[in-house]
């Protein structure tokens, strides 16, 4: 509601400011998914973090195949992969409601994805 009436009264909103509106709603047990609409709307581009803080909104509130189509997403454009604490969470809420192919999928997508990261790190360490 206040960043309703920020847009209205045309203050712009930081990206920090969305950062921590999108935490406090994960950690809330929310999802978010109208101000990661709007952060992007704007023109800011989602991190490592923003990522994390939906899908944990996403898991929180009980739409596991939202949460992972949007780990695929941010794997597929950005190359980014959930802390190991929220890709558990994830992996287990999978596994609990018996999504056994959904699991390996995404397990095999986060692995090349990690695998290409290190690949990267160890091109660039050693020129």
């Given at each position: 509601?206040?960043c ?7 203050c ?6 969305y950062?921590?509106?999108l ?6 047990g ?5 101000i990661?609409e709007?952060?992007?709307e704007?023109g800011y581009?989602p ?6 803080f939906?899908v ?5 509130v009980?739409?596991v195949d939202v949460?992972?189509?949007?780990v695929?997403e ?5 190359g ?6 929220a ?5 287990n809420?999978?596994?609990q ?8 999928n995404l ?13 990267q ?6 020129g």
């Amino acid at each position: 509601m206040i960043c309703k009436k920020r847009r209205k009264a045309g203050c712009v909103i930081s990206l920090k400011a969305y950062k921590l509106l999108l935490e406090s709603l994960s950690k809330l047990g929310k999802s978010g998914t109208d101000i990661w609409e709007e952060m992007q709307e704007c023109g800011y581009q989602p991190d490592e973090e923003i990522y994390e803080f939906v899908v944990n909104g996403f898991w929180n509130v009980g739409m596991v195949d939202v949460a992972v189509s949007v780990v695929e997403e941010s794997l597929g454009k950005f190359g980014f992969y959930l802390g190991s604490f929220a890709y558990s969470k994830l992996n287990n809420k999978l596994l609990q409601m018996d999504k056994i192919e959904t699991t390996y999928n995404l397990f095999k997508k986060v692995k090349d994805a990690l695998a290409i990261t290190n690949e990267q790190n160890y091109c660039c360490a050693n020129g």
